[in-house]
């Protein structure tokens, strides 16, 4: 994905990027605690859960300008390390509604294509249903409706849909625990 140029209804004009993190630090931890929070009823991360991602998983993020918009939190999966799992992607509140959450998918999937990645799933509530055309648009398909569970606070259920999408052809994945050439080094904490 290119940069991009969006305005704002005041006339300002931003600069769209997405950007995968290379060092992490306690200010972007913070943000995608804020930002899934914004997005979702319930919250995925703590701050310790939050900074492992960073260490262990990979993080995306939406930048306007150099403020971070959006977050996009994926990890491969145990038995098939050529594949990832989209574990939360939210945008801020003011920014959505204008077609950035398209651009910073597929701004994510080809940054996963380019590291061998071969497909990509999610979960998504079957409630959610600007989020599941988001995925769909994009080429993402459903592959099944998982059983109902009890909703958050034990009233009521919910349902959600597993979906995937292929990506181009890639390299085989290495083994776990072993490195990738196209692999980029992990994750550095700040000093």
């Given at each position: 994905?290119?940069?991009f140029?969006?305005?704002?209804?005041?006339?300002?004009?931003?600069?769209?990027?997405?950007?995968?993190?290379d060092?992490?630090?306690?200010?972007?931890?913070?943000?995608?605690?804020?930002i899934?929070?914004?997005t979702?009823?319930e919250?995925?991360?703590?701050?310790?859960?939050?900074?492992?991602f960073?260490?262990s998983?990979?993080?995306?993020l939406?930048?306007?300008?150099?403020?971070?918009?959006?977050?996009?939190?994926?990890?491969?999966?145990?038995?098939?390390p050529?594949?990832?799992h989209?574990?939360s992607?939210?945008?801020r509140?003011?920014?959505?509604?204008?077609?950035?959450?398209?651009?910073f998918?597929?701004?994510?999937?080809?940054?996963?294509?380019?590291?061998?990645?071969?497909?990509?799933t999610?979960?998504?509530?079957?409630?959610?249903?600007?989020?599941?055309?988001l995925?769909?648009?994009?080429?993402?398909?459903?592959?099944?409706e998982?059983?109902?569970?009890?909703?958050?606070?034990g009233?009521?259920?919910?349902?959600?849909?597993?979906?995937?999408m292929?990506?181009?052809?890639?390299?085989?994945a290495?083994?776990?625990?072993?490195?990738?050439?196209?692999?980029?080094?992990?994750?550095?904490?700040?000093?």
């Amino acid at each position: 994905m290119q940069k991009f140029q969006i305005a704002t209804a005041s006339g300002r004009s931003y600069d769209i990027s997405v950007e995968e993190v290379d060092r992490v630090d306690e200010h972007l931890v913070q943000t995608l605690v804020e930002i899934d929070l914004q997005t979702f009823t319930e919250s995925t991360f703590s701050r310790y859960t939050a900074a492992a991602f960073f260490l262990s998983g990979r993080v995306f993020l939406l930048k306007a300008d150099d403020i971070v918009i959006g977050t996009c939190a994926c990890m491969r999966t145990w038995d098939r390390p050529n594949e990832v799992h989209l574990l939360s992607m939210g945008i801020r509140p003011g920014w959505r509604g204008k077609g950035l959450g398209h651009r910073f998918l597929h701004g994510v999937l080809e940054r996963l294509a380019a590291r061998g990645i071969r497909a990509v799933t999610l979960m998504v509530s079957a409630d959610n249903r600007r989020a599941h055309k988001l995925y769909s648009e994009v080429g993402f398909e459903t592959m099944a409706e998982l059983p109902e569970r009890p909703a958050k606070g034990g009233v009521g259920r919910e349902r959600f849909v597993a979906m995937t999408m292929r990506l181009r052809e890639a390299p085989i994945a290495a083994l776990p625990g072993q490195e990738l050439a196209s692999d980029r080094p992990p994750v550095e904490p700040a000093s």
